[in-house]
């Protein structure tokens, strides 16, 4: 017991505290997930940001990383963090390249953006800009409830408001 506690403290000692600093390039099929998400009957959350982006790095820390926000993710989604500026490659349809270029593939030029994607791998809702937490989950129920499929955002936003009041 003695020897393994210095061997447990040189591993934490060299070991990276930051998991979002492996620059390792991440590879991303949604073809395959598409796949699992059928499976899983759970929807895709694209989350598109940037290195350098204070608004990016305040919608991970107060928003995504909330208890709230957390329990429904893992709950009903595949949670995909897609930063735009490091290594690697995206296969969607019949697009293949990188991080930055899958950006561009679908007209994000703003970030954050969050994209949600359906089982048959369709684009069903998009947002463009931070959003607090109260705003996430707003459009995590509306994707999560199906509500794209009866109504666009604003109307179920209405909707949902003039139930609160």
Do not use: W
């Amino acid at each position: 017991m003695k020897r393994i506690i210095p061997i447990l403290l040189l591993l934490l000692a060299f070991s990276p505290l930051n998991v979002s600093a492996d620059t390792s390039p991440q590879v991303i099929d949604l073809n395959h997930l598409s796949q699992t998400m059928k499976e899983q009957q759970k929807h895709l959350f694209l989350f598109f940001h940037k290195e350098g982006c204070s608004y990016c790095e305040d919608m991970i820390v107060k928003s995504i990383k909330t208890p709230q926000i957390q329990s429904k993710l893992k709950q009903h989604f595949i949670f995909i963090d897609i930063n735009i500026d490091m290594p690697g490659m995206v296969y969607y349809r019949q697009f293949k390249g990188s991080h930055h270029a899958f950006a561009k593939s679908l007209g994000i030029g703003l970030y954050p953006t969050a994209v949600f994607v359906d089982g048959n791998n369709e684009i069903i809702h998009g947002i463009v800009g931070y959003r607090n937490a109260r705003q996430l989950s707003l459009a995590i129920d509306y994707v999560q409830g199906e509500y794209y499929k009866k109504m666009d955002f604003e109307a179920y936003q209405n909707e949902v408001e003039f139930l609160e009041d």
